[in-house]
DNA sequence: TGGCAAGGTTGATAAAGGTCAAGGCGAAGC
DNA sequence: GCTTCGCCTTGACCTTTATCAACCTTGCCA
């Protein structure tokens, strides 16, 4: 697609504001972004937290050219900078445009369905137990389901930010790590996560779950390439 | 649209299964749904409860035409049926279709957001205010607003299944609703409710709020007609 | 009209998570 | 090597909501 540009930006970096005029949407390529709104008191609402290979700003097209939420890079990011009026243009008449945006919609949707109902449904450690569950392999490959030897994961951002997107607080978050660890046979140093039994972090963390590991992910890579 | 069908069902009527093979989707006339998934142990999710308007079982298409959630009438219905192979040829076929679609499904994304955001924001009675408020006409009017006469709204359904929509135990709810009534000035008497100061109502439920009342809602009229 | 069932309310208690305050720990800079 | 700052953890306490149990209310049906 032309008419596009790559920026690269460091965390904190702000792409824009709610309610702001929207010339721009982004496909992220490397890094995070995380997507909020606040209320008038100033606490924060996290929308999301996206990584590599996902897109925002784009449902500005959709709330007459305004962004519906905020976006700050929380790790460094290259991102692909696009015109909404392009973008809206190709989605008039490109039939196919507008299918494939259709169905990523339709992935992001049934993500967000899952999200409410992990909020109601799993205490604080399963919360937890079910992101790092989605940051395995085996989580998008089933053949690495399998392999008995331990898996070890990196948490892609801060503990803080990964309490906020899973809806608690950095202390609740700590405690339910701790908790988390006596349940499941995990290691916790730092950012580092040793899993040494994956079956059994799968049993307690999707077991308040109505979906099989590994649940429903939002890949939106097959759009707008 | 051709090749559509009526259909009336009462109160607890299963129009699906998550998971069948999917054949028809769904508008409502009149009546409401209620969208649910079910855990391994037998509680329940309710992703959603529909009023007159909204479809239902159309994201089949892109979930291999499978349901992604059960359906069940909990109010009785009137319902337009209509063939899921034609709306996947439709969508193919007719750009303004997709289009319009894709409108619909970024309204109700943005719902999902805000359902969200409430969940983790706004606390029990909060949440009962904000579902009141959106049943009120100056949720769709806002000329509406200004009226000082007192607003008569009836709940749409029980009680117990409010709670449940709202993410509560009906115990919950009942305590919730009385809190809220010690401090809003509204009259409950059984499904019935009073709103005597409708500012006062809108301060209580939206401070927790990012958006203004009256806060985005979802209207499918607009698409598939 | 009396009984029953479903939905709703209330009370007592428990669990989960939030809040406030203090302190630990590790990476970056001096 | 020491300091500093940001992030994280821990402890004490409080608020909110869930849970369990009992009871009330209403509408329906025999």
């Known amino acids: ?22 010339h721009r949407y982004y496909i992220i390529r490397r890094g995070w972004v995380k997507l909020y709104r606040e209320t008038l008191d100033g606490s924060q609402a996290i929308i999301d937290i996206l990584p590599r290979g996902h ?20 790790e460094p990011v290259d991102m692909i900078s ?18 494939s945006m259709l169905k990523s919609m339709a992935r992001y949707r049934k993500q967000q369905d899952l999200e409410i109902e ?3 449904l799993q205490n604080a450690p399963q919360r937890i137990g079910c992101f790092i569950l989605r940051l395995t392999p085996a989580h998008t490959d089933p053949n690495l389901r399998v392999k ?16 906020a997107r899973l809806g608690m607080q950095p202390e609740t978050f700590s405690r339910a790590l701790t908790k988390l660890k006596e349940h499941t046979n995990i290691t ?3 950012a580092t996560i ?8 799968i049993a307690y963390a999707c077991s308040a779950c109505t979906s099989d590991f590994p649940c429903q992910d939002l890949n939106c890579s097959s759009c707008c390439n």
Do not use: W
Request: aromatic letters at 12%; hydrophobic letters at 40%.
């Open 194 to 201: 040793e899993i040494h039994d994956l079956e059994a972090l």
């Open 148 to 163: 008995a030897v331990p898996v070890t994961i990196n948490l892609p951002y801060d503990k803080t930010l990964i309490a």
């Open 55 to 74: 897109i925002f700003g784009e449902t500005a097209v959709f709330e007459h050219n305004t962004y519906p939420y905020s976006a700050e890079i929380i």
């Open 118 to 120: 992990h909020r109601s």
């Open 1 to 22: 697609m032309e008419g596009y540009s790559i920026e690269r930006h460091n965390k904190g970096y702000i792409a824009f504001i709610y309610g702001e005029d929207a």
């Open 82 to 99: 696009l015109s909404l009026k392009k973008l809206n243009i190709l989605i008039q008449d490109r039939p196919d445009f507008a299918l």
């Open 188 to 190: 916790v140093k730092g």
